[in-house]
């Protein structure tokens, strides 16, 4: 891959708000909320030659002159504008005064996944590990990666990073996505399981005709395990859209209790000032009633694929602190509180966090790692001897 080679100085400044030459070898720039439309993805390249995605600190970061800074728009036809080729190298000087907030790209960017042969494990299932990122000069970028069960056509779980110095400068992207099917078995029809009325006239079969828990106001929607919101950079989010990176979640679930698990999750990471990691997955597979009064395991797909899960869960932890806490949120939003197990003890009142507990919110709890880890296994495990708080503002 050919790419343009530029000069990175004062121009920074209009894509990024202000720059400086915080030292006569560096360049500081400073993230603000006018980031084009259309961003590249931004890539540090170090002088050794490893290449990872350009992360600030703070609402800045330092670029050394032996570094460079690479624009990139992946996707077919697309290229930074005013220009033929779909990247660039950007180095460190003071004398460039090219137009830098013009190189943005053609067209939206999307995100590469790459299928691996290694292999995980959530307690007696086994899948294979996706990387999602992007594919770039025969390199690939990781933005975090993902457990999936291909036989099960089910995701098991999900690993990412939350830069806790940054993510309250992170991009608000309004625009919504379209789910990618890479890595999906295709008799799983996932695109199309995920319809609404394909869901009602699916579950009727399954559940009877006379079942009332899917209706137009009553559904699976695409639940995010690694959410876009917990990028920084518009290319980071758009990176999240693939089926393999979602479970099927009620939607009033999903846009309650789970959606405030994932504010939780933010908030833990800026009040730590420290990028934490995050691991979400699933268990269990719900059931529900069918009008004969049988209890069904759910499967989105009709062919026995795509697994509703009983309880998604989430750990946030502090590698710098060894503390971490794990919330468990229940995917029945028709279950009495008194029905939902508790894989492990509450301690959402000593961790400083509470919810609104309804079933259509989804009931959600708190746990200590090392208590969850007693009842779910993942391949990598962790050390936390500490519960991590929510400290009150």
């Known amino acids: 891959m050919t790419r343009k080679s530029f000069v990175l100085g004062v121009s920074v400044c209009i894509l990024f708000g202000l720059c400086s030459t915080a030292a006569a070898n560096s360049c500081r720039v400073e993230i603000t909320k006018q980031i084009p439309k259309n961003e590249p993805v931004y890539l540090l390249e170090k002088s050794d030659g490893h290449l990872s995605l350009f992360e600030p600190d703070g609402n800045s970061i330092e670029i050394s002159s032996n570094d460079k800074l690479i624009l990139y728009c992946p996707g077919r036809r697309n290229t930074l504008i005013h220009s033929n080729d779909n990247s660039a190298e950007l180095a460190c000087t003071s004398n460039f005064r090219s137009e830098l907030h013009q190189l943005n790209c053609t067209k939206q960017i999307a995100g590469d996944l790459e299928t691996t042969t290694k292999t995980c494990h959530l307690n007696t299932h086994q899948g294979l590990i996706y990387r999602a990122g992007f594919a770039f000069d025969r390199k690939f970028v990781e933005t975090y990666e993902i457990c999936y069960d291909s036989a099960r056509a089910s995701v098991l779980y999900t690993h990412h990073q939350i830069n806790g110095k940054s993510i309250n400068y992170n991009i608000k992207e309004s625009d919504r996505r379209s789910f990618k099917a890479n890595g999906i078995p295709k008799l799983a029809k996932v695109e199309v399981s995920y ?4 869901q009602i006239n699916h579950f009727k079969s399954k559940l009877g005709t006379g079942q009332r828990y899917f209706t137009n106001s009553s559904f699976l929607s695409r639940g995010h395990l690694t959410p876009d919101a917990d990028f920084v950079f518009s290319s980071a989010q758009f990176a999240t859209y693939f089926f393999a990176n979602v479970c099927p979640q009620f939607q009033s679930i999903n846009g309650a209790n789970w959606n405030r698990v994932e504010n939780v999750a933010r908030n833990l990471a800026e009040q730590e000032k420290t990028t934490l990691n995050i691991y979400t997955g699933v268990y269990g597979q719900l059931a529900l009633a069918s009008s004969s009064g049988d209890s069904v395991p759910l499967y989105l797909s009709e062919t026995n ?9 989430k750990i946030v932890h502090n590698s710098r602190t060894n503390a971490a806490i794990v919330f468990i949120t229940s995917n029945n939003p ?5 029905d939902v197990r508790h894989l492990c003890s509450d301690v959402c009142q000593e961790g400083g966090i509470s919810f609104t507990q309804t079933a259509r919110r989804g009931f959600t709890y708190c746990c200590t790692y090392e208590d969850f880890a007693r009842r779910v296994a993942i391949q990598r495990p962790l050390t936390a001897d500490r519960l991590l708080k929510l400290h009150s503002k």
Not at 195 to 198: I, L
Not at 305 to 313: D, F, K, S
Not at 334 to 338: E, I
């Open 195 to 198: 319809r609404k009325q394909t």
């Open 305 to 313: 694929q795509i697994e509703v899960p009983e309880y998604l869960w």
């Open 334 to 338: 028709f279950a009495k509180q008194s």
